[in-house]
């Protein structure tokens, strides 16, 4: 194909224009698809093809590369199938191909019914720094296909390689991104289990104390019934009054029993990304159910709830920052209970911010250490006690959701850690109590 100086003008010029669009389009953010539809587009137009697709190139290990249709433009029913042989070259070798078919000339002075539909072709692959990206493949141009078509479409096989490594990039970004978090959420599990886990013993005394005293009462009225049913007697008076007491010891017991079930689900379950309305006064509740058996043992509880327009995030990583943080506040307490020690849980609305202050009467924290409590790894508990991580995945989650959290700390007296979260929307107001 040999051009006048006009029509090159022209072609270029109508490439110019494309390659501008494209570039436009990309800046803006448009799809894979709007892009490829204006780059297979211009190809089409400037070369006079019927027929034409771009397709990414996938290798895989130990197998021969496959090719994904990206976009196509198809005028007359050409299948992929009658390409296949002809894009496999051009894969296995990495060089352009081209098949130019002369039209088809009328047999004795007539056309034939079905002509074949692949007349001419031109495989353009798609090389980048990272190998083989990609194929563009035109077809069905009267005339077929020469050099100068080659150097011609060199503008645009390179905005298409970029176009797909730009693809590509995305992909795999996509990929870390996803492989990140999957992380994050093992170790916020593997952090959530560790805090739950040094709770176990006094869980499980809080469960068997209901247990114990509602299988107690449940063979005691089994008994009474079973004697009451030999001997005819009717269930009235003060054995009838035993009986009903003894049956609502047991249902108390089980309501205990189903409450901190409820509390454990809270913590043990996988935190989803749904956001929505809190209640903060009873998620601290559920901290506190939780650690209540080691708690109870070691000094008082002072809830000062203060009056707090309602939360909007996600429940149980907000329940896992104030679990870790009543933890290490039961822990900070001197293994003896004395009238001194006290863990004080207080909520106040402050300038637009939910402010939860969690203080401790322990041990309190070196001042040189109080810089490094967010760092991840950094602990101040005895080698095996603590992992080092829950204040800085405290801090990740608080921050995610647009906080912070602050500490104060004296040696000897204790330490408070604050927490401050931005309100949510609604109107329902959590009223405060004193405990």
Not at 81 to 97: A, F, I, M
Not at 121 to 140: D, I, K, T, Y
Not at 413 to 433: A, D, E, K, N
Request: proline share 6%; with cysteine.
């Amino acid at each position: 194909m040999t051009l006048t100086s006009e029509q090159a003008l022209l072609a270029h010029q109508h490439l110019l224009k494309a390659m501008t669009e494209v570039q436009t389009a990309f800046a803006q953010g448009h799809p894979a698809p709007r892009l490829f539809d204006l780059l297979l587009g211009a190809a089409l137009e400037l070369t006079g093809s019927e027929h034409g697709f771009v397709g990414k190139v996938v290798s895989t290990p130990g197998g021969p590369p496959t090719l994904t249709v990206h976009e196509l433009q198809n005028k007359e029913g050409l299948t992929f199938s009658d390409l296949q042989s002809l894009c496999t070259d051009v894969l296995t070798s990495g060089l352009p191909v081209v098949f130019p078919l002369p039209d088809l000339e009328p047999l004795h002075g007539t056309a034939p019914e079905r002509p074949e539909p692949l007349r001419s072709f031109l495989g353009l692959p798609l090389h980048s720094s990272e190998g083989l990206v990609g194929l563009m493949v035109l077809a069905n141009r009267p005339g077929g296909y020469d050099d100068s078509h080659l150097a011609l479409l060199q503008p645009l096989q390179a905005t298409c390689c970029a176009v797909l490594l730009g693809l590509r990039q995305e992909q795999r970004q996509r990929e870390t991104e996803d492989e990140l978090r999957q992380a994050q959420e093992r170790l916020l599990a593997t952090e959530r289990m560790a805090s739950l886990g040094t709770l176990t013993a006094g869980v499980a005394h809080e469960i068997n104390n209901p247990l114990a005293y509602m299988l107690s009462n449940l063979n005691y009225v089994s008994e009474e019934l079973h004697s009451m049913v030999k001997s005819g007697e009717r269930l009235t008076g003060a054995r009838a009054q035993d009986v009903l007491e003894a049956l609502g010891e047991t249902l108390s017991g089980s309501m205990r029993v189903r409450d901190i079930v409820k509390d454990l689900r809270l913590f043990s379950r996988a935190p989803r990304e749904q956001q929505g309305p809190m209640d903060l006064h009873a998620l601290l509740d559920s901290c506190v159910n939780i650690v209540w058996g080691e708690l109870k043992h070691k000094g008082r509880l002072v809830k000062d709830y203060g009056d707090v327009p309602p939360l909007n995030g996600n429940e149980s990583r907000l329940a896992q920052v104030f679990l870790n943080l009543i933890v290490n506040a039961v822990q900070a307490l001197p293994p003896r209970a004395c009238e001194a020690s006290k863990i004080r849980i207080s909520t106040r609305h402050e300038d637009g911010l939910v402010m939860v202050a969690i203080h401790d009467t322990g041990t309190g924290i070196r001042e040189e250490h109080l810089g490094r409590l967010f760092e991840p790894f950094f602990t101040t508990k005895p080698a095996g006690e603590g992992t080092g991580l829950g204040l800085s995945i405290c801090q990740s989650i608080i921050k995610a959701m647009g906080g912070r959290i602050s500490v104060e700390s004296q040696v000897g007296q204790g330490s408070t850690f604050r927490v401050f979260l931005p309100v949510g929307t609604g109107t329902l107001m959590l009223y405060g109590s004193a405990a």
